[in-house]
């Protein structure tokens, strides 16, 4: 049974930073891909950030570019987003998700077949 479960949100103020961490459990992400997406109020479901062990790149939206930067930690099954200079646009739920297979479109949500339960990240103006 695969298991993600996220940590590290909070509230901020503006040009702050956070970094969230997701702990996989019941799952190998060797050779698979790790994303990051939120949920703001009102808005739908987006992709941040992802990471694809298997080829070794990473992907991030461009409202984060420069700002956000994922990782991961093999030894200790986790991938990490760390967020910098955070804006009050960037307020949301932050879900961890990983998926079972594949690397192409690795910020599509719809390709992810597991779900963390959420971290609220609350910046202030």
């Known amino acids: 049974q695969v298991q993600l479960v996220e940590s590290g949100g909070g509230s901020v103020q503006a040009g702050g930073s956070l970094r969230l961490s997701c702990v996989a459990s019941?799952?190998?992400?060797?050779?698979?891909?790790m994303g990051w997406f939120r949920r703001a109020a009102g808005k739908e479901r987006e992709g941040v950030a992802a990471?694809?062990?298997?080829?070794?790149?990473?992907a991030y939206a461009d409202s984060v570019k420069g700002r956000f930067t994922v990782s991961q930690d093999n030894a200790k099954n986790t991938v990490y987003l760390q967020m910098n200079s955070l804006k009050p646009e960037d307020s949301a739920m932050y879900y961890c998700?990983?998926?079972?297979?594949?690397?192409?479109?690795?910020?599509?949500?719809?390709?992810?077949?597991?779900w963390g339960q959420g971290t609220q990240v609350t910046v202030s103006s």
């Open positions: 990471i694809c062990s298997g080829i070794g790149t990473t």
């Open positions: 998700a990983a998926r079972s297979g594949g690397s192409w479109l690795p910020l599509n949500p719809m390709l992810y077949n597991y």
């Open positions: 019941g799952y190998t992400y060797s050779s698979n891909c």
